[in-house]
């Protein structure tokens, strides 16, 4: 398009909807103030016009400098060394327990075949058979077994001002139950 042909032209954002509308006057542009500085001219790449596109804003008016350019790389740089770095302790703390795994395995292997050499060394049914021979222990009497009865809800006995003399023969009552229930 040549200059003459964009004087009538309307601005639009690329919908097909906004083109169907009646065309409109053209927008007023809007005007730049030049700065005034001593004895330099501004040129048109100094001024900085508002766009509305980041990618423009970027491309006409962003410049990277050297320092920032720099400071970017050195930043990038910092970055990947840093993830390198966290990379490889992740692979040592992996291969830890890799090994840490395999160790318990072992050891739990080794526990099964101690346990097993446990049971084999302690024969309990020929230690019970040996201890009835000899007379150090006997079997158990049906009438040396008591069973508790829990049918019955649990009752607290509460004793006021009880004298050595009640103390005394309730302990010799426990005493006597207690050898009962032994023998």
Known sequence: ?????TQGAVAYDGTGALKMAAPEAPAQKK?????????????KETQHPVVKNGAA????????????AILAILTVALVVVITLASYAQLVVVND????????LSELQSEETQLK?????????????RQMLASGEMMKVQSWQTYTLELSEPDTVEY???SDLAQQIMSFAKNLVSAVKEYF
């Open 96 to 103: 830890k327990v890799v090994e840490l795994r395999n160790e």
């Open 31 to 43: 005007k730049f103030r030049k700065k005034e500085t001593k004895g330099k001219k501004e040129t």
């Open 116 to 128: 097993a050499q446990y049971e084999l060394a302690y024969d309990l049914q020929e230690i019970e």
């Open 1 to 5: 398009m040549t200059g003459k042909q």
């Open 159 to 161: 004793h006021q001002g």
């Open 57 to 68: 804003l970027l491309t006409k008016g962003a410049r990277w400098t050297v320092p920032g």
